[in-house]
């Protein structure tokens, strides 16, 4: 790793300030403790006896780590070295000043980040939009982008429709492609289990049991990508046993004798077995959440990654809409967000189709309330995704800015990424280590970590919470991020950037409708929830109570029919699905540089089935090759009888063995997110030797 300065980051000093975990999106609030050393739990908004998960606990270690970046590196004759934040922001400024002149605004693309603030997050987007192109984006086009457009089409909003808190007061849990246990550690243990120990019935829909699944009553083991004719099923029984809210439906659904008739043909037995459940099973889940007074769905990537994305989605809708649980505490369409700022991210516009407060870039009246505040309009077309963007590159997309994100570990089908990576003319990539996207870039900037910076991270149940510095010293040369992007912007666009987090802040509640009225002081002392409506004393708790946020009494059943998954399954070949283990976090380039973190978990592991494993003559902890016209990788398994006999499952964390060299880039064609749970695979048996 290329440094330049000799002041490490373990000569600093840091003040126990109150912050935000840099992790998950349930949002849990950190401190310093300077007894340790390390990140330790404080009461909080969420986390209200200071409860923290091993990542907040680990959370200091990317901060205080010897592998930061500590200088600006630039590339030279084929190597990255050292060099003056002038040498690299002259380089990016003529760099980006040539593909401006050549190509234009559209041979431009930006990767926000979703891990960090709404502050750089909205900078991102707003110098994009000043150049002239809608191409930014974040990694919530890889986890939940479907989620959010299904939720955006069928209530007005993408995101959780009920909060922590009420949801406590459910009756039945339904979890659907999520392991809260490991993915949402502290939701899970402070808000979940507490009420299915006092008697909500929990519902897992996944294809494997995992942690969450100890605490389930009922599991629905079901094939991965047959998330519809599950969801279907579900919604038949409850029609067929009389279980429909006929009054909510009367008052806020549109087409419900379409959606019957739809639904008429459909075959629990058949649907049960296409989706790999057993049918009692499924009846005994239909009836648990249609006769619930409240019952409240959850929903993870397992979901979300599918090219049928979106449908899952609005089939999971469909049937929330339909027992009418929608409206009131205990309830509703609840996406378990990733990142911890993922929901921010999308929330402040570094999305290609949507302005801050997800005003579509092809309204000429968000576009016109947004040039009276930056004084230029932002440009009508939507720009490309993430994926897109990347697919494009050394084509028609020329130059790129990477934000503390990692396409070349998180992106699908990864041989094709690193082509595209290698060909583009110009890549710069701002982050705080040297991860594998940046090894590949023309210019590097050491930017800071999260208990370095101010500003906001909005979590999964939509609260806006501070962000504060713990020190004001950085490692060697790096920055504030926020200050780097506002150079950036002012090099190449002709406009000047705030960096203060209060006045950027303030200024996107002028153009952000979701967080209009408040300002940056509300911020200082707990959270405060969009939406916020004028005069409130505090941000609206339960969406969609009278009208849903569009406005609309009324929204109505989609007709979604199950879509095949692009990889077919060919004779030998297995299904691997992905996600995330306790221990690590996406793409795994901050949880590796944790040495506690890695302690307790330093190996990644292919989840098998043992009729599997003897068919294949593969004993628990063989080294094998799984491989496919994508790519191959060795790995070691781990028989058990936990996931499908179709099916293993492996993490997505690791660098080696990467899972995304196997997957496909199939996109779901409303969302754009890639078919990560499904991927048809050859697995065999390299050595015997356990310790390979
Ligand atoms: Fe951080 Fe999430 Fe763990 Fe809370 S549950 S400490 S936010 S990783």
Known sequence: MATTSDTTPDDREFEPTTSVCPFCGVGCTLTY????????????????KGEICPKGAAAFEMVDNDDRLTSPLVREDGDLVPASWDEAFDRIEAEFGTVLDEHGPEALGFFSSSSCTNEENYLLQ??????????????ARLCHSSTVAALSDRFGAGAMTNTLDDLTEADVFLATGANPAEQHPVIFRSYLLPAIRDGTTFIHIDPRENATTDAADIHLPVKPG??????????KVVIDEGLVDEEFVEERVDNFEVFEEFLADVDVAENAELAGVDPDDLREAAMAFGEADRAAAFSGMGMSQHQSGTDNVHALINLVVLTGNVGKRGTGVNPLRGQNNVQGAGDVGALPDILPGYQSVTDPEARERVADVWGVEPPVDPGLTEVEVTHGMGEDIHAAYVFAENPAVSEPNLSKVRERLDAIDFLVVQDIFLSETAEHADVVLPGSAWAEKA?????????????????????GEARNDLDILAEFGSRVADYEFDDDPETVFDEMTEVNPLYAGMNYADTDEGSVRWPYPEGADSGQEVL??????????TTDLHLV?????????????????????LQHFNSGAVTRQSGTLMKLRNENALQMHPQNAEERGIEDGDTVVVENDRGRTQVKVEVTPAIRPDTVFMTFHC?????NDLTGDHLDPVAGIPEYKHTSVHVSVVSNEKDV
């Open 33 to 48: 403790e300077p007894k340790t050393g390390k990140s330790t739990g404080e009461a909080g908004p969420v986390n209200t």
């Open 126 to 139: 707003k110098i994009a939009r000043v150049l002239g192109t809608n191409s930014v984006d974040n990694c």
């Open 226 to 235: 047959h998330d519809i004719p599950l969801l279907n099923a579900l919604a």
């Open 455 to 475: 500003g906001t991270f909005t979590n999964t149940d939509r609260q806006v919470q501070r962000v504060r510095p713990m020190t004001d010293e950085l490692p």
């Open 544 to 553: 969609h109570a009278e009208t849903f946020a569009n406005g609309e009494r």
């Open 561 to 581: 029919d199950h879509v095949a998954p692009a990889d077919e399954v060919g004779e030998d070949q297995l299904v691997l699905t992905t996600g995330r283990v």
């Open 655 to 659: 660098a080696d063995p990467l899972v």
